[in-house]
Nanobody, 123 residues
């Protein structure tokens, strides 16, 4: 089974930045899109962003538009989430996800998930 491994989380002050990374365990892993979700303490897991692998088209939830940027490096089989202007409410475990098919993307139901990386925003 293909594994998705996140990294780059940490503790940062409000207004700070991080770059989260997600690498697939197999170079030949095929997918329609990849994305990021997050789950804050006491809340449900929610969508953050996704990127279509071939076209590079991106989609974001409203609360992160203008602050977060999703990107991918095809050669490195890696997707990134640059998180800027961080707020305490951005504190969450951030999960990388892979949409294997168009249908998974349409329904926003990824088929693969990473283990998560913690982002904590606090003064």
């Amino acid at each position: 089974q293909v594994q998705l491994v996140e990294s780059g989380g940490g503790l940062v002050q409000p207004g700070g930045s991080l770059r989260l990374s997600c690498a697939a365990s197999e170079r030949t892993f095929s997918r329609y899109a990849m994305g990021w979700f997050r789950q804050a303490p006491g809340k449900e897991r929610g969508f953050v962003a996704r990127i279509l692998w071939d076209s590079g088209a991106t989609y974001y939830t409203d609360s992160v538009k203008g602050r977060f940027t999703i990107s991918r490096d095809n050669a490195k089989n890696t997707v990134y989430l640059q998180v800027n202007s961080l707020k305490p409410e951005d504190t969450a475990v951030y999960y990388c996800a892979a949409y294997k098919t168009l249908m998974e993307a349409v329904s926003n139901s990824p088929g693969y998930w990473g283990q998560g990386t913690q982002v904590t925003v606090s003064a």
